[in-house]
């Protein structure tokens, strides 16, 4: 079957790598979507059957416009602001570019005439909020606490409630956290394990650096490596027991900051500088998932966190002993 594909944000770290996946299958035609605001050209696989189409999520224009050139069989939303950080300090634009954007694709997919095999939204574990009942389940309570953590919710109802509404196939992955190759360190809207690596990698090479850690490094978050957010996608994408239904996708593990920090030195052998800072405004202190609902799909998380990280610092280049 030929299936032509969209991916918004697939020029960014976790997009990137989905369609890296999916363009692996040559029949499949895949669509990249993206304004390069914190994506870049460099991450797209250079094949015949991956296109880039520059454009703004949050533009009605560029999505009539896209969904004019092209009928969709498959619709990976991942595109956003994906820093908390970000939403705190610019709520407006944010809630622009995750919330409204969310509306104006789901009324082009509804509208096309092609009707969409699947229709997946990337969400996140910030709709969870700060509530302390852990791990984190599908049926947990919602309490998003942050700018961000509200757009993904109610970008999530609109998803959920388009496929009662309208008949369309739709799916929700909440993304706990993820790392991996191409995470841009630089950027603002940065996860802290890509940080902790570009400061790993410039301890290793002799130079002065230090990892700045919020709080007392006792916060706990279930890391999840980037191949493996691909798979869960994936099966959101194919599985007819997914439809209209919200996932978590995590790993099933759950380390504390200061745990990671000792699996980098131990890869390393090297030790990292730390410095000591005020916890962050919005910051959630413990974070994990239960998986078990996607487990039901056929998820299976592949690399442990140790593992994880080996892949990752062996693709940042840093020399591993």
Request: net charge negative; glycine share 8%.
């Amino acid at each position: 079957m030929k299936h032509t594909i969209l991916v918004t944000g697939g020029a960014g770290f976790i997009g990137s790598h989905l369609v890296e996946a999916l363009g692996n299958k040559k029949t499949n035609t895949i669509i990249v979507f993206d304004n390069l605001s914190t994506g870049s050209l460099a991450n797209i696989p250079n094949q015949e059957n991956v296109v880039f189409v520059e454009g703004n999520v949050h533009s009605e224009e560029d999505i009539a416009h896209l969904f004019s050139n092209f009928q969709f069989d498959y619709i990976y939303h991942l595109a956003a602001i994906a820093s908390v950080a970000e939403s705190v300090n610019h709520p407006l634009a944010t809630h622009q570019v995750n919330m409204d954007a969310t509306i104006y694709l789901l009324e082009a997919t509804r509208a096309q005439e092609k009707t969409v095999l699947k229709f997946v939204f990337a969400s996140s574990a910030a709709v969870y909020g700060a509530e302390p009942t852990l791990p984190k389940t599908e049926l947990s309570v919602i309490d998003p606490i942050t700018p961000y953590g509200i757009d993904k919710y109610a970008s999530e109802k609109y998803v959920t409630s388009y496929g009662r509404l309208y008949g369309l196939n739709v799916a929700v992955a909440r993304f706990f956290n993820v790392y991996g190759p191409r995470q841009n360190p630089s950027s603002p809207y940065s996860g802290v394990l890509s940080i902790l690596t570009e400061v790993a990698k410039q301890v290793k090479q002799g130079q002065e650096a230090s990892f700045h850690v919020f709080g007392d490094g006792e916060q706990v978050r279930d890391f999840v490596f980037v191949n493996d957010i691909v798979q869960g996608l994936m099966l959101l994408g194919t599985k007819s027991g997914s439809q209209a239904e919200a996932f978590n996708i995590g790993s099933g593990e759950k380390h504390t900051l200061r745990d990671i920090i000792t699996v980098y030195e131990t890869l390393l052998e090297t030790k990292i500088p730390l410095t000591y800072c005020e916890a962050r405004t919005g910051d959630i202190k413990y974070s994990y998932a239960s998986i078990e609902k996607i487990i039901q799909l056929g998820y299976k998380p592949t690399f442990t966190i140790h593992q994880g990280l080996e892949k990752y610092m062996a693709d940042a280049l840093v020399p591993m002993h």
